[in-house]
């Protein structure tokens, strides 16, 4: 079994910042991409940044230049780190995680999400 926890949101003042963390735990074999969506309720999750096992990341343009996505293999843990916050960064962040249990088992899973509050 596979859990992604997820940690560090929280409410922070418009132009502040928050650095959000997921460590992947269980039964892993390989992880491949890991990466941050966001979504509000009501509305399609979006994606928010993505990182291979190699170091490329890939950034919705709403976000570029302010968050920045990393991640620590050695750990099986991925971060996200928010500067300049906007209001309508307000959302459900969700930790996801491509990776393998086995030589021949991949597959999608998905932190619980954790809130994110810009507001003054």
């Known amino acids: 079994q596979v859990q992604l926890v997820e940690s560090g949101g929280g409410l922070v003042q418009p132009g502040g910042s928050l650095r959000l963390s997921c460590a992947a735990s269980g039964s892993i074999f390989s992880i491949n991409a890991m990466g941050w969506y966001r979504q509000t309720p009501g509305k399609q999750r979006e994606l928010v940044a993505t990182?291979?096992?190699?170091?490329?990341?890939n950034y919705v343009a709403a976000v570029k230049g302010r968050f920045t996505i990393s991640r620590d293999n050695a750990n099986n843990t991925v971060y996200l780190s928010m500067n300049s916050l906007k209001p309508e960064d307000t959302r459900v962040y969700y930790c996801?995680?491509?990776?393998?249990?086995?030589?021949?088992?991949?597959?999608?899973?998905w932190g619980q999400g954790t809130q994110v509050t810009v507001s003054s």
């Open positions: 990182i291979t096992s190699g170091g490329r990341t």
């Open positions: 996801y995680a491509d990776l393998s249990t086995s030589s021949w088992r991949r597959g999608d899973y």
